[in-house]
């Protein structure tokens, strides 16, 4: 299974984009979609998640109301981003989970989202 985010860009202040994972391989070997940042300096976080069969999405306090996590199709899964502010400025993974497992083990490359003021 490989991972690849796509969709970062530059976006000013209280724009949207939307990224974008799109998988190769057998998906049926994916349990959640997670969505992780990390800004210059900063530890990477988690932003967002979501079972790859769509349901239970799952949101950081920081993102609640302004990110939208979802699943497009079988191959690919989604994260809406609106309300941006310079503080999600970032690189972007997306990352998977095997099934039953917690452990978030294919990462895509990352994707940079830069927001102005």
């Known amino acids: 299974v490989q991972l690849q985010a796509s969709g970062g860009g530059l976006v000013q202040a209280g724009g949207s984009l939307r990224l974008s994972c799109t998988v190769q391989?057998?998906?049926?070997?994916?349990?959640?979609l997670g969505w992780f940042r990390q800004a210059p300096g900063k530890e990477r976080e988690f932003v967002a998640s979501i079972v790859w069969t769509g349901v239970n999405p799952f949101y950081a306090d920081s993102v609640k109301g302004r990110f939208t996590v979802f699943i497009d199709n079988i191959n690919t899964g989604s994260l809406q981003m609106s309300s941006l502010s310079v503080e999600d400025t970032a690189v972007y993974y997306c990352a998977a989970t095997r099934p039953r497992s917690t452990e978030y083990v294919y990462w895509g490359q990352g994707t940079q989202v830069t927001v102005s003021s």
């Open positions: 391989g057998r998906t049926s070997g994916i349990y959640v």
